[in-house]
């Protein structure tokens, strides 16, 4: 396939893409349900794309081109409620998390699709492994070079948006002890973790002729990086973030990325360098592991903090561009978790130690009837709701 020409687009712009779990509503297991529920949903005109993933027990949605966080909002809250009625003719459930907490990945089935297939021969047991769920995001770029200024300059804050997002602590039934562990499945890609510092597109360009020459790639699909450009959108895609547990959070995800994206193209407040680097390797880990409570490295100064500090000082930095962009309630969102529970990781290890049994957990986490989250306000077994449709699925969450 090769590289294939940057897609100018408009700066800023934003696209929302959410790997789902499938569950049965008896035992709350992962179901094999994707091509049914893929069925369904081409009966309902929607923005955006509704896609298999690696196996079927998975979906992933996506938005059309949003401007701002609310129209994310606005977009997946329409695909979320399509989902709601398809998944309540199959008596199945969608649901969100980085991980479903006690799957058996050697159960799982690859979905049938060439690419799928190819994945499977060439990294045989991790393919059904890679039943893990994620949320990426796109943001747009004029043109190539200021695409690769966007996928450097946010590197120092991979580890803020692996803790905020953080929501899979569990594993084939055990605690982990990570806040996302999600992360660790994606680390045994052999063309994972960050992408090679390269400021100008045509240095990019013959670095990519390289690599596929050794046949190693044959497309940007093939590198599984952190943050690695989409050429064929004119985007950036950041891809650390677990699939949180409701479509407002996924939102208010994106738009601190993108308050993130203007801040860096409007103040330019560092200078993009190899050395942003060195501590990243270990501030990602640091994320994973212990979330909001993890010891973040600053690249300049090597000054050790507390990750959750961190995160509140950069919103205060962000504060301007948040008006500016409309994302004052995404950023508001974010703040009022800090204050509450931490991150999604925490809420389900709460809820565990309080039912010791998973599947009440996944039970939990998709059932209906609470209100949304506010600020002050102490979660309860889920965060946001569809209004109730028919029969017994009611709601989903995201």
């Known amino acids: 396939m090769g590289l294939e020409a940057f897609t100018h687009s408009e700066p800023l712009t934003l696209g929302?893409?959410?790997?789902?779990?499938?569950?049965?509503?008896?035992?709350?297991?992962?179901?094999?349900?994707?091509?049914?529920?893929l069925r369904l949903m081409k009966k309902h005109p929607l923005p955006g794309s509704v896609v298999p993933e690696m196996t079927s027990g998975m979906i992933e949605i996506s938005t059309g081109i949003c401007h701002s966080s609310s129209e994310v909002l606005g977009q997946l809250t329409q695909i979320r409620d399509a989902l709601v009625k398809?998944?309540?003719?199959?008596?199945?459930?969608?649901?969100?998390?980085?991980?479903?907490?006690?799957?058996?990945?050697?159960?799982?089935?690859?979905?049938?699709k060439p690419r799928f297939r190819e994945?499977?021969?060439?990294?045989?047991?991790?393919?059904?492994?890679?039943?893990?769920?994620?949320?990426?995001v796109h943001v747009g770029c004029p043109g190539p070079d200021q695409a690769l200024v966007l996928?450097?300059?946010?590197?120092?804050?991979?580890?803020?948006?692996?803790?905020?997002?953080?929501?899979?602590?569990?594993?084939?039934?055990?605690?982990?002890?990570?806040?996302s562990a999600r992360l660790n499945s994606v680390s045994a890609f052999p063309l994972a973790g960050r992408a090679p510092f390269l400021q100008r597109w045509e240095d990019f360009e013959v670095f990519f002729a390289k690599m596929a020459r050794t046949g190693v790639v044959g497309s940007m699909k093939d590198f599984y990086w952190d943050i690695r450009p989409k050429p064929e959108f004119g985007t950036i895609e950041v891809r650390v973030l677990d699939t949180p547990l409701t479509i407002e959070k996924a939102a208010a995800l994106a738009g601190f990325i993108q308050c993130l994206a203007r801040w860096l193209r409007v103040e330019r407040p560092f200078e993009l360098s190899e050395d942003d680097y060195l501590p990243y390797t270990f501030n990602r880990f640091q994320a994973c592991r212990f979330g909001l409570d993890a010891t973040y490295v600053d690249p300049d100064s090597g000054e050790h903090r507390v990750l959750r500090d961190d995160v509140l000082a950069i919103f205060d930095k962000l504060e301007l561009h948040a008006m500016e962009l409309r994302a004052e309630e995404a950023i508001q969102t974010l703040r009022a978790e800090i204050a509450g529970t931490g991150n999604d990781a925490t809420w389900i290890r709460q809820l565990q130690h309080r039912e010791h049994l998973l599947a009440e957990v996944v039970r939990q986490v998709q059932q209906t009837g609470t209100e949304p989250t506010r600020a002050g306000v102490k979660r309860g077994p889920a965060a946001f709701i569809a209004e109730p449709l028919s029969g017994n699925a009611g709601g989903v969450e995201l």
Not at 23 to 30: A, I, Q
Not at 151 to 173: C, D, E, K, Y
């Open 151 to 179: 996928m450097h300059g946010p590197s120092r804050f991979i580890p803020h948006l692996i803790a905020l997002a953080a929501s899979s602590p569990f594993v084939q039934g055990s605690d982990t002890g990570f806040h």
């Open 16 to 37: 929302v893409e959410l790997e789902l779990q499938l569950v049965n509503t008896h035992d709350y297991d992962l179901a094999p349900y994707a091509e049914d529920m």
């Open 119 to 136: 994945l499977s021969d060439l990294y045989g047991y991790l393919s059904k492994q890679f039943t893990v769920f994620g949320q990426h």
């Open 86 to 112: 398809c998944a309540d003719k199959l008596n199945i459930a969608v649901v969100g998390g980085g991980t479903h907490p006690f799957q058996q990945w050697h159960e799982r089935r690859i979905y049938d």
